[in-house]
């Protein structure tokens, strides 16, 4: 008898142990509601969405091992800009930006064709945002999306967008919700879109009569997509650093909240080629001894939708601009300093 109490003394904590783990989401008010509207809006049966509610995870992170990304050991004196950029634009993720562009050129050179955004450019989105596909988000999308529409949160009526959104998605797609991985604010695939994106920017790249986020052709041609939504001009430059007197730059607001024109910035020459005519953007980065200058063109501007940090866009500009080079140069020289 002894052994046969064990193991029913086993299976009752178990399931008691999985029932802790879990919350039921379809008693909440707000829930009930929301998967009426769902239902109405959309067709889905009630009964399949307060099953899946029932099982809210408390704990939405993924147990499995993901792929975490190599960061360079910090120097001994950084300032903002190079703790940045030594994190988002390293040695890893320019070689395996290479690689990557090398692997996908078909749909990387499908989408400059449709969209005119540069393969390097896009390749380097994907290498910050998911470290090229392997560290594409510990979250289970689905629970951590319902914590924040129904919890506590002062954004709450945003992600229960997001979570509308999502379920749209999924049920388009024939996704099953409780699958998908994703960021801790409910960004999914490659490029780490927000649900709310998939309907405007995602695209179908692959023709194979889907749109999935976590496929490279799929990513690559929503990127594009979006730059180009967002006003991205075919074969015009994004940034170039700048000479001016001094270590540290004050006097002019920098940032791409600001434009000039360049005649007005007599005292400041751009480094290197720089064919473009219109307003520029002063970037300034931080570093630990001086500051670095750069013009940022529209094309600039349009990098800071994807995200709204003049930090983040200059670390595309230049991881995409040393994985170009360096794919140009495949002797691996030292890159140029002017980017």
Same mark, same amino acid.
């Given at each position: 008898? @002894?052994?046969l109490y064990f193991v029913l003394l086993f299976l009752f904590l178990s399931n008691? *142990?999985? &029932? *802790? =783990? @879990? #919350?039921d989401y379809s008693k909440k008010w707000e829930v009930k509601r929301f998967i009426n509207h769902i239902h109405k809006k959309f067709g889905h049966k009630k009964k399949y969405l307060k099953l899946i509610f029932k099982k809210i995870r408390k704990d939405t992170k993924v147990t499995a091992k993901l792929c975490t990304v190599p960061i360079p050991k910090k120097r001994a004196k950084e300032g903002s800009w190079e703790k940045y950029t030594r994190i988002h634009t390293g040695k890893n993720h320019i070689n395996l930006g290479i690689s990557f562009m090398k692997k996908h050129s078909k749909y990387l050179k499908q989408a400059y064709k449709e969209y005119g955004v540069p393969p390097e450019y896009i390749t380097a989105i994907i290498g910050i945002e998911s470290y090229y596909g392997d560290n594409c988000g510990r979250y289970y999308v689905f629970d951590r999306l319902s914590h924040l529409a129904f919890g506590k949160h002062r954004r709450k009526k945003f992600y229960k967008a997001q979570l509308e959104e999502f379920l749209r998605m999924c049920f388009k797609e024939k996704i099953d919700p409780? @699958?998908?991985k994703g960021s801790s604010s409910g960004a999914i695939g490659l490029a780490q879109f927000m649900p =709310?994106?998939?309907?405007?920017?995602g695209v179908d790249l692959n023709k194979d &009569? @889907?749109?999935r986020l976590n496929t490279p052709a799929d990513a690559i +041609? =929503? #990127?594009a997509n979006y730059f180009q939504k967002n006003g991205w001009k075919k074969d015009e430059p994004v940034a170039v650093k700048t000479n001016f007197k001094g270590?540290?730059?004050? +006097?002019?607001n920098t940032g791409f909240k600001y434009k000039y024109r360049q005649s007005s910035l007599a005292h400041i020459k751009p480094i290197g080629y720089f064919k473009y005519d219109r307003e520029v953007m002063l970037i300034k980065l931080t570093k630990a001894s001086s500051d670095e200058l750069w013009f940022g063109t529209h094309n600039f501007y349009v990098i800071t939708r994807y995200n709204h940090s003049a930090y983040y866009a200059m670390a595309v500009h230049q991881l995409a601009q040393k994985i170009k080079w360096r794919s140009i140069n495949k002797k691996k020289n030292k890159i140029p300093n002017h980017f």
């Open positions: 008898m @002894r052994p008691n *142990s999985f &029932g *802790s =783990s @879990r #919350i409780r @699958r998908v =709310s994106n998939y309907p405007i920017f &009569g @889907r749109v +041609g =929503s #990127i270590d540290r730059f004050y +006097g002019l």
